[in-house]
């Protein structure tokens, strides 16, 4: 068996045109205010990402970048201002911050409507309690993967490998949601392998390379490797896709897999966080 690639960069692209041609249908174009503290290389990078597809899809930059030895207070009044302002539909502050910064007191400033990185305290309380509010990027595009692979996640058994509040919490809350059985895996999870072979759906977020080999992988299963990893032979993932390609189904490969969803889901999030705006101020 050769597991079949589940494309990233083709789901995504659809992502994208879909929000592109929504944003067009609006009478004013959502603004997407992304915040960055220093000069981080590889922050830069992504945020320059970001701003790119945002404009590419209609959307207005309203960037903010804030020097490395900005203070608490000031920071955090850029962000207040970003939340009072109406013309920034969506805010998201890149992290890592500066080790200065009290990165989780920062973020819960922004308000749950402009969340579009869904990880404020209050977008994960309405997640957990199964709320309609803006879902995290990156477990928002793995679901959004399983879906165009026709997976079929009612009464699937799910195991989520990872349990950080970026990627597996939120995770395991989306796939109940979907009426999954769900299993989440961590450091001290004993048998690990035993337990990722009941697996109809493995998702692997360890941030661990190679973690997760043949040995771990039920015959079928679908397997999405949210890692990736700068090693001495190119980039990896938390799975080992050369040997879990020969028992898995299908297969998210690294790079091309889940990356390219999350800044998809992120312009998806920004559009949702625009029409309830407009729904509520139309109400």
Same mark, same amino acid.
């Given at each position: 068996m050769t597991a079949t690639p589940i494309d990233g960069r083709a789901v995504a692209a659809q992502v994208r045109a879909r929000v592109a041609r929504a944003v067009a249908a609006l009478p004013v174009p959502p603004g997407l205010a992304t915040v960055l503290v220093g000069d981080d290389p590889a922050s830069a990078i992504y945020v320059r990402n970001k701003r790119r597809q945002c404009v590419e899809v209609g959307m207005r930059d309203l960037h903010r970048h804030l020097p490395g030895d900005v203070t608490q207070a000031g920071a955090a009044a850029v962000l207040d201002e970003l939340a009072a302002d109406p013309a920034v539909t969506g805010i998201l502050l890149q992290l890592p911050l500066p080790p200065h910064l009290d990165a989780a007191a920062l973020v819960d400033r922004i308000p749950p409507a402009k969340d579009v990185d869904g990880l404020t305290e209050g977008s994960a309380g309405r997640l957990a309690l199964g709320r309609p509010g803006l879902r995290p990027c990156t477990p928002a595009g793995v679901l959004a993967l399983l879906d165009e692979t026709g997976v079929?996640? !009612? /009464? @699937?058994?799910?195991?989520?490998?990872?349990?950080?509040?970026?990627?597996?919490?939120p995770m395991a809350q989306l796939l109940l949601q979907r009426h999954a059985t769900v299993t989440v895996c961590h450091s001290r999870t004993k048998e690990l392998a035993a337990t990722c072979r009941l697996a109809d759906v493995l998702v692997v977020a360890a941030g661990v390379p190679r973690l997760i080999g043949a040995d771990a992988v039920r015959p079928g299963a679908t397997v999405v490797d949210v890692g990736i990893h700068r090693t001495a032979d190119g980039l990896c993932g938390d799975v080992?896709?050369?040997?879990?390609?020969?028992? !898995? /189904? @299908?297969?998210t490969p690294v790079p091309g897999g889940v990356g390219p969803m999350t800044i998809a889901?992120?312009?998806?999030?920004?559009?949702?966080?625009?029409?309830?705006a407009g729904a509520t101020h139309a109400a």
């Open positions: 079929d996640l !009612a /009464g @699937a058994h799910a195991v989520v490998v990872g349990r950080s509040d970026l990627v597996g919490k080992d896709a050369a040997a879990v390609s020969e028992v !898995a /189904g @299908a297969l889901m992120l312009l998806h999030n920004t559009l949702e966080a625009a029409t309830t």
